[in-house]
């Protein structure tokens, strides 16, 4: 069974920086692309970025501005998102979702961690 | 970033059908595949119809997805209450190398 599991979400203050991790298992990680997806409190899916399954190809939403960094390590199943200057609008539910490949549909979601930024 | 354009809301009763659109551009649902994405009340989105048309296993043939040029349309038949809640059209942009989502539309079943 396929499973991804978030962690690493929580309350920091803005400007600060948080480290989000998501624990895969039930499949061969190292195939497939992996994926951010966040929501807003009471908003829709915003896509925030994608890492391909050797790392080979890294994408970022435009809105991140270089503050986000997406990286995986094949060896632990894992997948990260390093968070830096964090704003008030970065508050929302984070999501790690697979990928068959790059540019391709979601088919396994997280139950998602909350992120909360603010004073 | 752009987005798709989905309605805010449909209903419909019991039993009925019904039909959510997702408008995009020549970037994203035009010249890339589309997928729908089922997010009932306080749980993680799960996907539904993937490349424009098909469903994943276990997905029941109640739902149906389709393409035409840069719109895409997500099909419900035979309407449960269970199936309340909001439906996301997603896709690629070529141009931003990006991903996009709709607005999402909340299903009400009435």
């Known amino acids: 069974e396929v499973q991804l599991v978030e962690s690493g979400g929580g309350l920091v203050k803005p400007g600060g920086s948080l480290r989000l991790s998501c624990a895969a298992s039930g499949f061969t990680f190292s195939s497939y692309t992996m994926n951010w997806v966040r929501q807003a409190p009471g908003k829709g899916l915003e896509w925030v970025s994608s890492i391909s399954s050797s790392s080979s190809y890294i994408y970022y939403a435009d809105s991140l501005k270089g503050r986000f960094t997406i990286s995986r390590d094949n060896a632990k199943n894992s997948l990260y998102l390093q968070m830096n200057s964090l704003r008030a609008e970065d508050t929302a539910v984070y999501y790690c979702?697979?990928?068959?490949?790059?540019?391709?549909?979601?088919?396994?979601w997280g139950q998602g961690t909350l992120v909360t930024v603010s004073s | 970033q752009s987005g798709l354009t989905q309605p805010p809301s449909v209903s419909a009763p019991p039993g009925q059908k019904v039909t959510i659109s997702c408008s995009g551009s020549?970037?994203?649902?035009?010249?890339?595949?589309v997928s729908w994405y089922q997010q009932l009340p306080g749980t993680a989105p799960k996907l539904l119809i993937y490349?424009?048309?098909k469903r994943p296993s276990g997905i029941p043939d109640r739902f149906s997805g389709s393409k035409s040029g840069t719109s895409a349309t997500l099909g419900i038949t035979g309407l449960q209450t269970g199936d309340e809640a909001d439906y996301y059209c997603g896709t690629w942009d070529s141009s931003l190398s990006a991903g996009v989502f709709g607005g999402g539309t909340k299903l009400t079943v009435l």
């Open positions: 979702a697979r990928s068959p490949a790059p540019g391709t549909h979601f088919d396994y």
């Open positions: 490349e424009n048309n």
């Open positions: 020549s970037s994203n649902i035009g010249n890339n595949y």
